[in-house]
Nanobody, 115 residues
Framework: QVRLVESGGGLVQPGGSLRLSCAAS???????MAWYRQTPGKQRELVAR???????TYADSVKGRFTISRDNAKNTVSLQMNSLKPEDTAIYYC??????????WGQGTQVTVSS
């Protein structure tokens, strides 16, 4: 059974940092892992993606501030978020895609950037 469980969200002041983690169970971790985010009334958008071969893609809005990484020994993917801005406020979701076909989502974790 595939499960993705996010942790690490919370409230932080502008300019601060947070680290999100996603623990994956099942075979999903052999695939591509990604972080998406969503705000009310908007579509879910890609934040960062890392493939099984560690090829990485970032949204333009987070380049230079966010870093995605994966720990294959622990089946976790993390998102280090620095220099956070109010516009980074969203629910952040972990996604896993296996064999380019099977997509799984975590339950989401709230990130709020506010003074």
């Amino acid at each position: 059974q595939v499960r993705l469980v996010e942790s690490g969200g919370g409230l932080v002041q502008p300019g601060g940092s947070l680290r999100l983690s996603c623990a994956a169970s099942g075979s999903i971790f052999r695939g591509t892992m990604a972080w998406y985010r969503q705000t009310p009334g908007k579509q879910r958008e890609l934040v960062a993606r890392i493939t099984s071969s560690a090829s990485i893609t970032y949204a333009d809005s987070v380049k230079g501030r966010f870093t995605i990484s994966r720990d294959n020994a622990k089946n976790t993917v993390s998102l280090q978020m620095n220099s956070l801005k109010p516009e980074d406020t969203a629910i952040y979701y972990c996604q896993g895609v296996l064999a380019g076909m099977y997509t799984y989502w975590g339950q989401g974790t709230q990130v709020t950037v506010s003074s």
